[in-house]
């Protein structure tokens, strides 16, 4: 049953319509993040404590609003009573997040408080047959949503991530994908047909920014890029702190700028691309050769910290080539941190030790002095936190 506050339309219009734009915000926020005190909201909003304090009452009054029972939000208390944490509340509802891969499918159930309830994966090789792939992630849907008891009715959106650029106003996934048994299909319409729920559709690096920007390393940052290092080489910006996806979708696809004269084709149709020679998917290619033996990106980077010449060595190579492609990034678009994450960033400074230096080298010298370039916070859960953000900003 739909709830609603009361407008309180015993107030002259000018000033209902003001206190409705304030709730309006409020609710807003507290979608995007999940758990926040009331000093944190004002602080983002530009409203006054009284203003925030007031509509929270509100809401809290109509059954929309609770406290937190994990205190989960992050304080900055200086003494005194610590702030109290809020959230929606979890009878509202619940959304869903699907993150696809090059190799898995990752799935996970949470309330309109951003508390996730259940969460399952599978390994499994996505690309030549789609409808395989749907087919899975439609079981491990009902699988979570049993383990957390949300009964299918309850649950208003589901967001979901692929690794490729994604045409948001056709639903359909572009051609430079690892995905390529993807290409052309209308995914979301796909998944949404499976579930009988609506599916709202974005490229997984995307969601690792929008991730990483509301719960991680990116938060505070209004100008952003997050790379996903994993089988394949992807980057989500976050730019006057909103998604920027460029008008096809295709923004942040580092994986193509071309940093080498390697002889190498890429499956985009170019040559010399960082994706040809820097992935997780090249990474392995290449010491599968020459280790002669069957890996994983996940062996690699664990043999790497383990002290394994070659494997390190293929990392910091990786590494030095990633920084080139950063500093042309940071070149154009200037932003105030790189956050690294993907299966490659858990190698920590192998990687990112190199990646700074080759960085620091090729970048303009102002752009250099004004980002911060870190490792991610969310580790590879970063694309599936980031498809439930997707869902609760989509719900209505």
Known sequence: MERRVRSGSNKPPGRASARDRSRARVIGLLRARGVISQAEIARETGLSRTTVSGVVAELREAGLVVEAADGGVRTESRGGRPPVPISLSPSLGAVVGVDFGHSHVRVAVADVGHRVLAERERSLHVDPDAAVSLDLAAELVAEVLAEARVPRSAVLDVGMGVPGPVDRSRGVVGSATVLAGWVGIRAADELSARLGLPVEMDNDANLGALAEHTFGAGRGCSDLAYLKLSSGIGCGLIVDGRPYRGIAGTAGEIGHLRVDDGDAFCYCGNRGCVETLASGCAIVEMLER??????????????????????????????????????????????????????????????????????LRYAVRAAAEAVEIVPGQLGERAEVLGALALALSSAS
């Open 290 to 359: 020459s280790q002669r033996r069957t890996l994983t990106v996940g062996e690699v980077v664990s043999l790497a910290i383990e002290g394994h010449p070659a494997c390190g060595r293929a990392i910091s190579d990786a590494g030095r080539h990633i920084g080139v492609a950063v500093a042309n990034l940071c070149n154009l678009l200037n932003p105030g941190r790189v956050v690294v994450g993907g299966a490659l960033g858990r190698a920590g400074d192998l990687l990112l030790a190199p990646l700074r230096d080759s960085f």
